[in-house]
Each structure stands twice: as C-alpha cells, then as structure tokens.
C-alpha cells in the first residue's frame, strides 16, 4: 500500500512541476520577452547602422502621421486644447 501511495505522490508531483515550469514559461515569452526586445533595442543604439535605421523609421512614421487629415481624436483635441489654455494663461503671469 505504502508503494503505491508513493508513486501516486511522485506522478502528482511531476505533473505539477511540469505544469508550473509550462506556465513560467509561458508567462516569460508573454510578458519579459518583448521587454527585452525593446531593451536590446535601445542598448544598440551605440552602433551608428542601429541609429540610422532608427532615424529612418521614425521618418517613415512621422510622414505616415502628416498625411492623415486629423492627428488626434476629438477627446484628445479637447484635452491638449485644455492644456494649452492653462499653460498660456500660467505664462501670461511671466514678467521679464
């Protein structure tokens, strides 16, 4: 009785590491992995091909945004308009 126990514990036991290395596993792919692309990403910066190629996508980016007629939501209109009245009005009290 007491062997039988025993390799009911070790099965159990195995399958539940197994299965808690499977979703460690797949935590890390979901969530770190990108993270550290990104890292990698900025670490390589140092190297003049990395930056140029960059520089040329956020070009392609910012062209990609100037051909759309509208940049921003209307919520996010509203908002930055929000703002920028408050820091006109913060400014207005500069004297020089």
């Not at 190297?47 to 100037?66: F, H, M």
């Not at 940049?71 to 020089?96: A, G, H, P, Q, T």
């Amino acid at each position: 009785m007491q062997k039988s126990n025993l390799k009911v514990f070790f099965i159990k036991l195995l399958s539940i590491s197994f299965a808690i290395i499977l979703v460690i596993n797949v935590l890390f792919n979901l969530i770190i992995s990108d993270k550290l692309e990104n890292l990698n990403t900025l670490l390589s910066l140092d190297e003049l091909e990395n930056r140029r190629a960059l520089g040329n996508e956020i070009r392609e980016d910012l062209k990609s945004l100037l051909e759309k007629d509208k940049l921003f939501k209307e919520e996010d209109r509203i908002l930055i308009y929000k703002l920028y009245k408050k820091v006109k009005l913060e400014f207005k009290d500069i004297k020089e």
